[in-house]
């Protein structure tokens, strides 16, 4: 939120303002999904862009085997949060971005 606060390209955000429903995969019940962060910013051509982001571990973002059940389930109810958001930024003509802490702590080939 710092680095938000202090880039001068970033031209706005807020916190979990939106609220997005979808159908969850293993009640089959209508839920909402809260995007962590709604971001404007200026590209590196000076156009504005609008991205939905999503942070999460790398560990609920990705299936893999040996994964007990209550880590597919929560890997499972990820994805369906994310097809809805996917859908709903399709709609608004904004980008949607899940980022992990490879994305996080990534710099020049190194993580800290």
Same mark, same amino acid.
């Given at each position: 939120?710092? /680095?938000?606060?202090?880039?001068?390209? *970033?031209?706005?955000?807020?916190?979990?303002?939106?609220?997005?429903?979808?159908?969850?995969?293993?009640?089959?019940?209508?839920?909402?999904?809260?995007?962590? /962060?709604?971001?404007?910013?200026?590209?590196?051509?000076?156009?504005?862009?609008?991205?939905? *982001?999503?942070i999460?571990?790398?560990?609920?973002?990705?299936?893999?085997e040996?994964?007990?059940?209550?880590?597919?389930?929560?890997?499972? *109810?990820?994805?369906?949060?994310?097809?809805?958001?996917?859908? /709903?930024?399709?709609?608004?003509?904004?980008?949607?971005?899940?980022?992990?802490?490879?994305?996080?702590?990534?710099?020049?080939?190194t993580?800290?």
């Amino acid at each position: 939120m710092t /680095f938000l606060d202090t880039n001068e390209n *970033i031209l706005q955000w807020v916190s979990e303002s939106i609220r997005i429903p979808y159908r969850h995969p293993l009640t089959g019940k209508m839920a909402n999904y809260v995007p962590d /962060f709604l971001i404007t910013y200026r590209t590196k051509n000076n156009t504005m862009r609008a991205e939905l *982001i999503e942070i999460k571990p790398k560990g609920q973002s990705v299936l893999k085997e040996g994964m007990k059940p209550k880590e597919r389930a929560v890997v499972a *109810i990820n994805y369906a949060k994310w097809a809805a958001a996917q859908v /709903f930024c399709k709609n608004q003509g904004i980008a949607f971005r899940i980022l992990t802490e490879d994305d996080l702590w990534h710099q020049g080939g190194t993580k800290r």
